[in-house]
């Protein structure tokens, strides 16, 4: 890769997500060459891609080019690559686009679903972790009502209108909220020759609640709101096979649907050379010490979703959400520029501001560390965190904008099938 | 195709562009069951698509939803089907989800991209009539500079930041003035790697003039803004072949490129079963008589692109812009009413009402029947006619808050690859 070599050591970050980030952006103007690698040239927000899934929001507002983030920033540089292995021993990063030597590499992968090795779910499935997969959800179930309207056969079109959502994580339950609303305000006029009231959202949670990583209150609360909108949660039920038509569950419940999606795990995205067992724990992150350091390494380290960092509070390591990758990446910033002064790195301590979770239209539930509350205002705040933390002046506003639109009008407009996912529909 | 048939008469339109959609509008709450079919589920704003492929504005914004368009006309049916063949004795279309009687028939298909039968330039060129096809070029450009950054090949490095638009009408013409903005604006911050001063952005044209459907005035202004912004436009050069990597044309020019957009020229999308000698023409399109009638047919009609009238001051045919498909398609939905009632059909008279085209940044060109002028008062012209134009209050406040942001800020933040186009890139 021709980066040229200057007397600044280079600080590689594999990823461009909140960890990565905000990482690069604490290493601008400082005497370190920064190179970010990412897949995508993009920054995705992805605690709204459920919105784009269901046509409330465009794709492009909650992406935001690496390249503009970064634009100001001396001695920085972003390569769009695939990073197939990490090679410890001649601290080199081997990609499709050539290999790269460093002095300091940070993983900042992220996570990716976890199908628990079950083939037949992950190619059944839909996910929702990228933009791309986002879309292809919003298709198919665009298709799938297309597909309803054409089939005399009523088993066949009451699958094609069921929704399985397996985990009940704030992905599925946002999702779940999200189609209860457009069940109700646009099926029926956008459809008027099928039945919509047939249509079945289905949220399945394998433990005896929902929400589990949140308080308790806070669970109740949102299946309440969940039943209000229709949405049928069924706890207690591990969801064991789905085959493209029928999912199979460890009771005797069974469902019929074409549109089955898989929010049930994720595991830490890990990378071949630091993917050993020395090195990963439980949920595929890696293990790493209060400083973000990879054990074995002084150099390496990991942030964000892929690692995992024990504490007291959470022994389990810190939950992969935005807020401890963007808390990583800051600090791990500050101790690369104390570790060029010869100065201690300083340990990590997770400022831990809560969680929030939206069901729908005036319904949400925030659990802050010394407050919990849900419904209307909690709904004002969850809006007002995710407005703020967006990534672009422009993103916000745009994202505003649709807001006050879809409220006022009970309305998602873009409800488009801009690349079809099903390649062949059966079609009548 | 499952559509109940009622005592009303059932008018099928195929094509729900500006002409198809004028059509429907025209026809809702009237005593007509109207069945409009399109291969895709919306609207698309085509004008605007060069901004897609530019990345100044989401491909959602310049997109609507048929059935949200339709949601309130009675006896009303939207179908997602490809129309394959026309059967005019039966009167029946048949179609990739089945076969449809109509009573009156209306095609509304548009045009598509005429290569003139040269297959090269088909398979390596670029084209911009459908929001996928301006997602692939926008991905292609960007990923064309991430590739640009890897070579220390420097004939292929200018390849690969070279642009050649062939025809210059109104699309090849904005597209080249948005790359030239971008060249200005945009490449120098993103990729301080590279010395953009060698992105080279070629229109070629064979004809003695660009813009060559509107005045003289028009051409040569808008030849000069081009040039002020460092766009090389070729005139009277005929291009002959591009072979992925080489444009030849009829002269000893030739242009080494890896980005090369096809906006040369486009014919009638007809339809098996219409597509003979007796019924196409010139461009074809299909000849109608005043009542957009096809020849030989009572009941069968083209509106738009697709149809060829003629008229005095139009002896090869109305233009193929949006003006006359939208005027066709209010006229005809008034003219089967008439047969309805047997009445009399009224001819149809084209209001000329101009035509505008903008080169970037405070540039544009607009004849009116009467006035013609360029420059800033232009340019604000076509910003209002196209927020005029554009269906849905909320694409209108978007595009607009787009506009406003990127002509403060000298930026377009959609510069994003959500679906990569190359499948391979030759990387080092």
Chains 1, 2 share one sequence.
């Not at 070599?5 to 604490?26: C, E, H, M």
């Not at 909650?62 to 690559?81: G, M, Q, V, W």
């Not at 074995?296 to 935005?322: Q, R, S």
Request: glycine share 8%.
């Amino acid at each position: 890769m021709n980066i040229p070599r200057t007397s600044y050591p280079r600080v590689v970050i594999i990823g461009g997500g909140f960890a990565g980030i905000s990482l690069a952006k604490k290493l601008s103007k400082q005497e370190v060459q920064v190179v970010l690698l990412d897949k995508h040239n993009y920054h995705t927000f992805q605690p709204l891609l459920y919105q784009v899934s269901t046509g409330g929001l465009e794709p492009d507002s909650i992406a935001y080019p690496i390249r503009k983030i970064l634009k100001n920033f001396t001695n920085f540089h972003f390569r769009l690559a695939h990073v197939e292995t990490i090679d410890t021993e001649t601290s080199e990063v081997i990609t499709d686009i050539g290999v790269l030597k460093f002095d300091y590499l940070v993983l900042a992968s992220g996570s990716k679903t976890n199908y628990f090795g079950n083939t037949e779910i992950e190619q059944y499935s839909m996910a929702m972790k990228t933009i791309p997969q986002s879309l292809n959800l919003r298709s198919l179930i665009l298709e799938n009502f297309e597909e309803a309207l054409l089939t005399s056969d009523l088993n066949e079109r009451n699958a094609l209108m069921n929704f399985v959502i397996v985990g009940a994580g704030p992905t599925g339950v946002e999702l779940a909220g999200a189609l209860a609303e457009i069940k109700k305000g646009i099926l029926p006029k956008d459809y008027p020759d099928l039945d919509t009231r047939s249509v079945q959202i289905n949220l399945i949670q394998s433990g005896d609640r929902i929400l589990k990583e949140m308080s308790e209150k806070a669970s109740e609360k949102a299946e309440d709101f969940l039943e209000k909108l229709g949405v049928n949660v069924w706890k207690n039920v591990r969801v064991t096979n789905y085959d493209g038509k029928t999912v199979t569950t460890n009771s005797d419940l069974t469902f019929e649907t074409a549109t089955f999606i898989w929010a049930a795990g994720v595991k830490g995205a890990t990378i071949k050379g630091l993917d050993g067992n020395e090195f990963v724990t439980k949920g595929n992150r890696i293990l790493v010490n209060e400083f973000n350091q990879v054990k074995g390494f002084k150099h390496i380290f990991a942030i964000g979703d892929v690692a995992c960092m024990e504490n007291d509070e959470f022994p389990k390591g810190l939950p992969m959400m935005a807020q401890p990758a963007i808390q990583q990446g800051h600090q791990l910033g500050d101790n690369i520029l104390r570790l060029l002064e010869n100065k201690p790195m300083k340990s990590f301590v997770y400022n831990d501001k809560g969680a929030m979770a939206t069901i729908g239209r005036n319904k949400a539930v925030v659990d802050l560390k010394h407050y919990k509350f849900q419904g209307v205002f909690a709904w004002y705040v969850w809006m007002f965190v995710h407005l703020f933390f967006l990534i672009g002046f422009r993103n916000r506003v745009v994202v505003f904008i649709n807001w006050v639109y879809n409220y006022i009008r009970f309305d998602r407009e873009a409800r488009l099938i801009i690349r079809p996912f099903k390649k062949k529909l059966k079609r009548a």
